[in-house]
Structure formats: structure tokens, C-alpha cells
């Protein structure tokens, strides 16, 4: 009984032979060609993240100013700020409001104005006058007990996509701001939590 060969494209032309070589190449380069345009998609949807991400970054950053009295919050960033939650310290305490941070100092009866800051959102070139004072000194009365019982903000904010950053003054120096991203906002206890 004769032997089968175990190719059968051994037994087929030359020609015939060298097309399925040929096919097997354009099927390896066609697999090449997509696997490289996958690549460049992927590339440029990052790219396209990384530009996106930049037009929407939200920037903020307190003020206290004595030509309009006011402790203010500003976004100095190109899109808005969500404000995921606000802290107000005094000598490391959690204040629950405003009544409680001025009994807190110790400064007496003040004429304050105020606006809601916390779980809210900060346009992109917004300024929230946080706590406006009716004459200037009531404002140098409380920034001074600020200054000497050590007033702090810890504020965590997000961008519209999502990244989030603390703004944390308690590890400033001598008021200076602390910025820093984290992955997302810490959970602050309700008890922790500023009602303004």
C-alpha cells in the first residue's frame, strides 16, 4: 500500500504553493496593519483625554481681603470646581457653622453676611464671598482671633471628570494654601462636615 504524504500541498504545483505562502503573509501583515491602528487609536483617545482633562481643570483657592471684608473662594482654574466637602477648623476642632467658629473665637456679636460653599460648584472665574463682614472692624477683630486660634480650611474638590484634589491649610505654613490631588475625596463624617 503506498504512503500518503501528511501535506497534501506537497503534491499540489509549485505555484500552488507559493500562493497559500503569499495568503499566510498578507494575512500576518493585515493582523500587523490592524494591531498598529489599534495602538494609534488608543494613543490618541489618551491624547484626547489629556486635552480634554485640561480644559476643564478646576483650580481653587481662599482669600481673605481687607479692602472688601471678606473671606472669599475663587476659581482661578478653567472649569468648574464640585465642591465634595468643606471643613472648618479651629486649633484642629471641626466647627459645625459660622455661630460656632465665632463662639468659638470668642469675638463677640459681629455683623457677617455668608454664602454656601459646601456640596456646591464654583464656576470656572466664579468668587464665593464665604463670609463678607457688614464693617472692617469686625473683619480685623475676627481675622485676628482667626490668626491667633488658628483658623483652618481642609476643601475637597473635583473636575468635571472626575479627578479631585485637597486643599488642606492646616499643613500650610502660617496660612499658606496646600494643594494636592488624591483619587478621590476623603469621607468626612457629617459630624465634620461645615454647614454654611
Given at each position: 500500500?503506498?504512503?500518503?504524504?501528511?501535506d497534501?500541498?506537497?503534491?499540489?504545483?509549485a505555484a500552488?504553493?507559493?500562493?497559500?505562502?503569499w495568503?499566510a503573509l498578507?494575512?500576518i501583515i493585515?493582523?500587523?496593519?490592524?494591531l498598529?491602528?489599534?495602538?494609534?487609536?488608543?494613543?490618541?483617545?489618551y491624547?484626547?483625554?489629556?486635552?480634554?482633562?485640561a480644559?476643564?481643570?478646576?483650580?481653587?483657592?481662599?482669600?481673605?481681603?481687607?479692602n472688601?471684608?471678606?473671606?472669599?473662594?475663587?476659581?482661578?482654574?478653567?472649569?468648574?470646581?464640585?465642591?465634595?466637602?468643606?471643613?472648618?477648623?479651629i486649633?484642629?476642632?471641626?466647627q459645625r457653622d459660622?455661630d460656632e467658629?465665632l463662639?468659638?473665637?470668642q469675638t463677640?456679636?459681629?455683623?457677617?453676611?455668608?454664602?454656601?460653599?459646601?456640596?456646591?460648584?464654583?464656576?470656572?472665574?466664579?468668587?464665593?464671598?464665604?463670609?463678607?463682614?457688614?464693617?472692617q472692624?469686625?473683619?480685623?477683630?475676627?481675622?485676628?482671633?482667626?490668626?491667633?486660634?488658628?483658623?483652618?480650611f481642609?476643601v475637597?474638590?473635583?473636575?468635571?471628570?472626575?479627578?479631585?484634589?485637597?486643599?488642606d491649610?492646616?499643613?500650610?505654613?502660617?496660612?499658606?494654601?496646600?494643594r494636592f490631588?488624591?483619587?478621590?475625596?476623603?469621607?468626612?463624617p457629617e459630624s465634620?462636615?461645615f454647614?454654611?
Open positions: 500500500m503506498p504512503e500518503l504524504p501528511l497534501p500541498a506537497e503534491n499540489a504545483p500552488v504553493r507559493r500562493s497559500i505562502r495568503d498578507a494575512a493585515a493582523a500587523l496593519v490592524g498598529l491602528a489599534l495602538i494609534v487609536a488608543g494613543y490618541t483617545a491624547i484626547q483625554r489629556q486635552q480634554v482633562r480644559q476643564v481643570w478646576p483650580y481653587l483657592m481662599w482669600a481673605n481681603s481687607d472688601s471684608s471678606e473671606y472669599m473662594w475663587i476659581n482661578k482654574g478653567v472649569g468648574p470646581a464640585i465642591v465634595k466637602s468643606a471643613q472648618v477648623l486649633g484642629g476642632r471641626p459660622w467658629v463662639r468659638t473665637l463677640g456679636e459681629l455683623k457677617i453676611g455668608q454664602s454656601s460653599f459646601n456640596h456646591g460648584v464654583v464656576s470656572a472665574g466664579e468668587t464665593i464671598e464665604w463670609l463678607k463682614f457688614k464693617d472692624s469686625d473683619f480685623r477683630t475676627f481675622r485676628t482671633a482667626a490668626e491667633r486660634m488658628q483658623l483652618k481642609k475637597c474638590y473635583c473636575s468635571t471628570l472626575g479627578d479631585c484634589w485637597v486643599d491649610t492646616t499643613r500650610g505654613i502660617r496660612g499658606n494654601n496646600t490631588a488624591v483619587d478621590r475625596c476623603p469621607a468626612v465634620g462636615q454647614q454654611d
